[in-house]
Nanobody, 116 residues
C-alpha cells in the first residue's frame, strides 16, 4: 500500500522557518522524482520544488528560489522541504508528490500558516 505522510506544518510568524517532511512507503522510493506542491484557498495547486530520484538535480518555482530547499534521504525514504523567510503568501496546504513513468502518488497534505 502506497503511503506519503507529510509532517512539520504549523503556524509560524513572518520571517520564520519550517521544515516539512514526507515519509514514503509502499513503492521503490529511490526510483521516483519527489516534489512538493502547495494549494492556497481559492487558488490552483502549484509546484513548489522537485528533486530527481538521486537528489542530483533540483527545481524551484521562482517565488521560492533562495528561500526553500528540497532534499531527500533515500535510505530513510523521506523527502524534506526547508522553508526560510516565510511570508504570509506562503500560507497553503503543502502536498508531497511521487512520480515515475505513469505512476503518480500524493500525500494528504500539511497546513502551513504564516501569520503574526
Amino acid at each position: 500500500q502506497v503511503q506519503l505522510v507529510e509532517s512539520g506544518g504549523g503556524l509560524v510568524q513572518p520571517g520564520g522557518s519550517l521544515r516539512l517532511s514526507c515519509a514514503a512507503s509502499g513503492f521503490t522510493f529511490s526510483r521516483y522524482v519527489m516534489s512538493w506542491y502547495r494549494q492556497a484557498p481559492g487558488k490552483e495547486r502549484e509546484l513548489v520544488a522537485a528533486i530527481t530520484n538521486t537528489g542530483g538535480s533540483t527545481n524551484y518555482a521562482d517565488s521560492m528560489k533562495g528561500r526553500f530547499t528540497i532534499s531527500r534521504n533515500n535510505a530513510k525514504n523521506t523527502v524534506y522541504l526547508q522553508m526560510n523567510s516565510l511570508k504570509p503568501e506562503d500560507t497553503a496546504v503543502y502536498y508531497c508528490n511521487a512520480g515515475h513513468d505513469t505512476r503518480d502518488y500524493w500525500g494528504q497534505g500539511t497546513q502551513v500558516t504564516v501569520s503574526s
